[in-house]
C-alpha cells in the first residue's frame, strides 16, 4: 500500500512535468527548422539535405514595357513526397498534409512573428531576364514528387504602369494593388521527375513563375486582378546559372562546435558584400550554383571562412582564360587551401563621429584580403581586394554586431596566428570619409572587445571617422495644405558622376502653412564638391506614393567646406522651388543592348537615376526597353556600357504636364488651392 | 512516509510551476516579479515595423504615430516596435548604401503582412503606413527611450516591456527596438529566448538617436533590463 501509495504520488508529478518539459523544451524541437529559417545558406543540420530555390518570371496578358514595377510577395516554398510514383492518386496533396517542408523566406528578408515567415517581394520584371535566388534551406533527405509556392493571400503584390501615351483612364507611376484570381495563396505543380535530395548536397530547385494579367484597373484604387501559374524552369534554367565546384584543403568542417563558423565557401559580387550564395565545405568539397549573364558573364567573389582555419579569397575563377568570369550552362573549378586548427579571436571595438564623438550607428566593416596569388596592398588599393567577411556598428557604435552559436559574427571567428595574422580592414558610413586599418585578432571568439590595432586609440581597434557638413534650404511652390505635410530628402553625389554618398538621416518634413526648411548634410570631407538634389515622398490615394508628383530640384557642383568638420554654406543653393507638375514617365529603346547596359536620367547636369534595359522579349534574351517615372520637367538621357557613358546625352523631349483638376484631389501635391495634376501621360523617347 | 510527503511536494510545486507558466502564456502578464517588473495589465497584440532586404544594407528610419516620431538608424534586417502605438502610423526608409541591394519594409500584425514596399534604387525611399493615412508627421519622442536586442541574430524571443502603467508581450526576432514615448514613471523588459541561439545583447538608451546607452543587458536564455 505503501510502495502504492508512493507510486501515486510519483505519477502524479509525471503529467505536470511532461508539459512542463513540453513549455520549456518543445521549442528546442523546433530547433532544427528555426536554425534553416534563420538562415539563408545551407543549415548544418546532421540530417538534412539543401535546397537552393531561385525563380524567373515570364509575364503575359500585357506588354511587359508598360510596367514601371511590379512585385509578386512570396511567402514560402513547399516540397512534399507525395504522389509516390505508382500510387494510385497522382493528384497533389492536401494543403494541410503533413509531409509538405517548407522552404521559408531568408532571415532578414522576411522573417516574421511565431515563427510565421514575411514576404520576398520578387521583381517580376527583373526576373524575366535574370535568376533570382529565393532561399537555401534544409529538408528531410527524400524525393520529392509535389512542388509548392505559397503566395501572400492578403497582400500580393503591387503593380506600377507606366502613363498611358495619350493618356489614359487610370494614373500612371502610381502604385496599384495586385488581387489574385484564383483564391488561396498557393500555386503547385507535381513534378515530372522526382527531385531529389541526399544529406549534406545542395540540390538546385529553378521554377518559371508566369503571372498573366487577367484585368487591368479601370479607375484609382482598382486592382490588376493577376493569374499565377508555376512551372519547373525550362532546361533547368541551365541558360541562366553556372556551377562552381572545388575543394578546401588544410581544414575540416565543424557543424557541431558551438561558436565556431561551419567551413563554408561564399560567393558575392565582385567588389562588394553582397552574398550571393554560400555552401557549406563537406569532406573537404563544396559547390555553388550562381546565377550568370550570358553575353558578357558574371565577376564573382569567393572567400572561405569558418572551421577555426585561417581565410582565404579568390576574385573570379583561375585560371581562367576569361578573366575570371563565369557564364551559363558551364562549370568550373575553384580550389582553395587553408590552415586549420587555429586559435580564434576577435576584432572589435567602437566607431565615432570624429566631429561630435557620437557612436555612429550602421557603418559596415569589411575585412578585406588580396585574391589568391596577388600581391596587392589592401591599405592602398581596397578595390582589388576581396572582401572576406563582414559586420555592422550597433546603435552604440559598436561592432561586431552579435551572431549566433552556430553563425557567429564573422570578426568573432579570426585566427589569432602565429605569428599573429594582421588583417586589413575598410569601414564605410554615408556621409563620412571611410578609413582603412590593419588589425590583429585577440581575447576571445565573442563580444565587441578585441583585436590590436597600432592606428587605434590607445592601440584597441576604435576608429573615429571625418566628416564635414553643407547647409541648405529646400522650398516648395506651394504651401501644403493645413492638415498636411511634405516629406523631403537631400542627396549628395560625388560632381560629376553617379556615386551617391550621402542622404540626410531624417528627411524635411515641411508642415502645412509652410513652404520651406533647412537642412544640413554629412558629407565625406574628403570630396571637394557634390552635385546636390532633392525628391519628395507625397501620398496618392492616401497611400505612400512610389514615385513624386513635386519635381527634383538639383544643384550641381556644390563645393564641400574647407576641412573636416567644417560648414559649407553655398550661395544660391537650391533657388529652384518643389513645383507640383505630377506624374510623368519616359519611355524608349537602345539599339543593340547587352547585359551591360543601362541608361541614365539626369537633368541640369546631375545624374538622378538609372533603369536597366529590360526584356520586351521573353528571357533570357536581353530586351532593349527602358523607362522612368518623373515628373514633368527638362530632363537628359545617357546610355552606359558597364556604368560608362556611352554617346552623348539626348535631351528628352518635352514632357506633357497634366492638366490641372479640382476635387477630388487624389495626392498631397499640389500647386494652387484646390486644384491638382490630372492624369499624367508618356514621353517617347528616340532610341539610343 | 517522508518520501510520499515529498513526491506530493514535488507534485504541487510541479503543478504550481505549470500553472504560472499557463498563467504567463495566456494572459501575458508573465507573473511572479516583484517590485516595478511585470505587474502591468496585458494589451492586444504589437504591430510592428521591419526593415527588411540583404542583411547589413544600412538604412535611417523616420517613424511616426499619432503622437510622436521617431529616428532610427541601422542595417537590415531591423525590427521596429512601438510600445503604446497609436494608428494610424507611417514609415519612410532611406537606403544608405550605393547600391541595389533590396530593401522592404513591411508591417506586420499578428504575423500578417499589412503593408510592404521595396526599393532596389541606391539610396532609394521606401515607405508604409498603417490604421489609415497620417497626413503629418508628429513632433520627436519626448523623452525617448528605446530598448534594443541586437543579438543574437535571428533570434526568437518573447518579451515584456512596460513602463509604471502598461506592459506589452511581443513575440519577434533579433534584431529588434522598442521605442517609447513619454513612458508613465521608469521602464524595464524582460525577454525570453525561443531558442538558446547565444547570449542576449540588450542595451536602453535615451535619446533621439539611440546612441546614448543607459544601461545593458547580457545572457540567457532569460534577461531583465531596467532603468537606472
Known amino acids: 500500500m505503501k510502495k502504492l501509495r508512493i507510486s501515486w504520488a510519483a505519477v502524479s508529478l509525471i503529467p505536470p512535468l511532461l508539459i512542463l518539459c513540453s513549455l520549456f523544451f518543445g521549442s528546442f524541437g523546433n530547433r532544427h527548422k528555426a536554425t534553416f529559417a534563420a538562415s539563408s545558406t545551407p543549415g548544418p543540420g546532421a540530417t538534412s539535405a539543401n535546397v537552393q530555390v531561385g525563380f524567373i518570371t515570364t509575364i503575359t496578358g500585357q506588354p511587359p514595357s508598360g510596367l514601371q514595377n511590379m512585385y509578386l510577395n512570396i511567402i514560402s516554398v513547399r516540397l512534399n513526397p507525395k504522389p509516390k510514383p505508382g500510387a494510385t492518386n497522382q493528384g497533389l496533396p492536401g494543403e494541410n498534409d503533413a509531409a509538405w517542408k517548407s522552404i521559408p523566406v531568408p532571415a532578414g528578408v522576411g522573417v516574421g512573428i511565431n515563427g510565421k515567415p514575411g514576404d520576398l517581394q520578387l521583381d517580376v520584371l527583373a526576373g524575366q531576364n535574370k535568376f533570382q535566388l529565393f532561399n537555401t534551406a534544409g529538408v528531410r533527405p527524400n524525393k520529392y514528387s509535389s512542388v509548392e509556392v505559397v503566395l501572400d493571400t492578403t497582400t500580393p503584390g503591387s503593380v506600377v504602369p507606366i502613363c498611358s501615351s495619350g493618356g489614359g483612364s487610370i494614373e500612371g507611376c502610381a502604385n496599384y494593388p495586385m488581387v489574385l484570381q484564383a483564391a488561396g495563396g498557393q500555386v503547385s505543380f507535381v513534378a515530372a521527375n522526382q527531385i531529389v535530395t541526399s544529406r549534406n548536397t545542395l540540390t538546385q530547385l529553378p521554377l518559371q513563375l508566369n503571372l498573366s494579367i487577367i484585368n487591368k484597373p479601370s479607375g484609382p484604387g482598382e486592382p490588376y486582378v493577376v493569374a499565377v501559374s508555376v512551372a519547373p524552369a525550362p532546361g533547368n534554367a541551365s541558360q541562366f546559372l553556372t556551377t562552381v565546384s572545388g575543394s578546401v584543403t588544410g581544414a575540416n568542417g565543424n557543424a557541431t562546435v558551438k561558436k565556431v563558423r561551419h567551413l563554408s565557401v561564399t560567393a558575392e559580387l565582385a567588389g562588394t558584400d553582397t552574398i550571393v550564395a554560400t555552401s557549406n565545405v563537406v569532406n573537404s568539397q563544396y559547390s555553388l550554383f550562381l546565377p550568370a549573364a550570358a553575353d558578357l558573364g558574371t565577376l564573382y567573389d569567393f572567400f572561405v571562412s569558418g572551421g577555426a582555419a585561417t581565410l582565404a579569397g579568390a576574385r573570379g575563377i583561375s585560371p581562367s582564360s576569361n578573366g575570371g568570369l563565369v557564364f551559363p550552362s558551364q562549370s568550373y573549378t575553384q580550389n582553395f587551401t587553408v590552415e586549420g586548427d587555429q586559435t580564434l579571436g576577435t576584432i572589435g571595438g567602437t566607431i565615432t563621429d570624429a566631429c561630435t564623438s557620437l557612436p555612429i550607428q550602421g557603418a559596415v566593416l569589411s575585412m578585406l584580403m588580396p585574391p589568391d596569388g596577388s600581391s596587392v596592398n589592401c591599405a592602398t588599393t581596397p578595390t582589388q581586394c576581396v572582401s572576406v567577411g563582414s559586420t555592422v556598428t550597433d546603435n552604440s557604435g559598436k561592432y561586431p554586431l552579435p551572431g549566433t552559436f552556430q553563425n557567429p559574427a564573422y570578426f568573432n571567428n579570426l585566427a589569432i596566428g602565429s605569428p599573429p595574422i594582421t588583417y586589413t580592414v575598410q569601414v564605410t558610413a554615408p556621409g563620412y570619409d571611410s578609413q582603412i586599418f590593419e588589425a590583429q585578432a585577440s581575447g576571445t571568439n565573442s563580444g565587441t572587445s578585441g583585436g590590436v590595432c597600432e592606428s587605434g586609440t590607445n592601440g584597441a581597434c576604435d576608429f573615429a571617422l571625418t566628416t564635414s557638413y553643407i547647409t541648405g534650404t529646400v522650398r516648395l511652390t506651394a504651401n501644403p495644405q493645413p492638415s498636411n505635410s511634405a516629406s523631403i530628402q537631400v542627396f549628395a553625389e560625388q560632381s560629376g558622376t553617379n556615386n551617391l554618398v550621402s542622404a540626410l538621416a531624417l528627411p524635411l518634413i515641411i508642415p502645412g502653412g509652410q513652404s520651406s526648411a533647412s537642412f544640413t548634410l554629412n558629407v565625406p570631407s574628403q570630396i571637394s564638391s557634390f552635385d546636390l538634389f532633392a525628391s519628395a515622398a507625397d501620398f496618392f490615394e492616401g497611400v505612400t506614393d512610389p514615385y513624386p508628383g513635386h519635381t527634383i530640384i538639383t544643384q550641381a557642383g556644390v563645393a564641400n567646406a574647407p576641412t573636416a568638420c567644417a560648414t559649407s554654406e553655398p550661395a544660391g543653393l537650391f533657388l529652384e522651388t518643389m513645383d507640383c507638375s505630377g506624374h510623368g514617365s519616359i519611355a524608349g529603346t537602345v539599339i543593340n543592348p547587352d547585359s551591360g547596359t543601362t541608361v541614365e536620367l539626369s537633368k541640369n547636369g546631375v545624374q538622378l537615376m538609372q533603369a536597366a534595359v529590360g526584356p520586351a522579349t521573353p528571357a533570357p534574351s536581353v530586351g532593349n526597353t527602358y523607362s522612368f517615372c518623373a515628373p514633368p520637367d527638362t530632363y537628359g538621357v545617357q546610355r552606359l556600357e558597364a556604368g560608362i557613358a556611352a554617346g552623348p546625352t539626348a535631351s528628352v523631349a518635352a514632357m506633357p504636364t497634366p492638366t490641372a483638376t479640382s476635387s477630388p484631389c487624389p495626392s498631397t501635391c499640389f500647386s494652387a488651392p484646390g486644384m491638382c495634376p490630372g492624369l499624367c501621360a508618356n514621353t517617347i523617347q528616340s532610341p539610343l | ?228
Not at chain 2, 507534485?11 to 517588473?37: E, I, K, P, Y
Open chain 2, 1 to 228: 512516509m517522508k518520501m510520499r510527503i515529498t513526491l506530493r511536494t514535488l507534485a504541487v510545486v510541479a503543478w504550481a510551476a505549470l500553472l504560472s507558466a499557463a498563467l504567463g502564456a495566456c494572459n501575458n502578464s508573465q507573473g511572479g516579479f516583484g517590485g516595478d517588473v511585470g505587474n502591468t495589465p496585458p494589451v492586444p497584440p504589437v504591430t510592428s515595423f521591419k526593415v527588411l532586404g540583404i542583411v547589413g544594407t544600412p538604412f535611417s528610419l523616420l517613424i511616426s504615430n499619432a503622437n510622436a516620431s521617431w529616428l532610427v538608424k541601422g542595417t537590415i534586417p531591423l525590427n521596429v516596435l512601438i510600445v503604446n502605438n497609436q494608428t494610424p502610423a507611417r514609415m519612410i526608409a532611406t537606403k544608405l548604401s550605393n547600391d541595389n541591394n533590396l530593401m522592404s519594409v513591411e508591417i506586420v500584425n499578428g504575423g500578417i503582412v499589412l503593408s510592404l514596399a521595396s526599393t532596389t534604387a541606391a539610396f532609394g525611399v521606401a515607405s508604409v503606413q498603417t490604421g489609415g493615412t497620417l497626413n503629418t508627421i508628429s513632433p520627436p519622442a519626448a523623452l525617448d527611450l528605446r530598448i534594443y536586442v541586437t543579438g543574437p541574430f535571428g533570434q526568437r524571443f518573447q518579451s515584456l516591456v512596460e513602463d509604471a502603467t502598461v506592459g506589452f508581450i511581443t513575440n519577434t526576432r533579433a534584431p529588434a527596438v522598442f521605442l517609447f514615448d513619454q513612458p508613465s514613471g521608469k521602464i524595464d523588459g524582460q525577454f525570453t529566448q525561443d531558442q538558446n541561439f547565444g547570449s542576449f545583447a540588450i542595451n536602453m538608451t535615451e535619446g533621439s538617436d539611440g546612441s546614448k546607452v543607459l544601461t545593458t543587458a547580457s545572457g540567457g536564455p532569460f534577461v531583465i533590463i531596467r532603468q537606472p
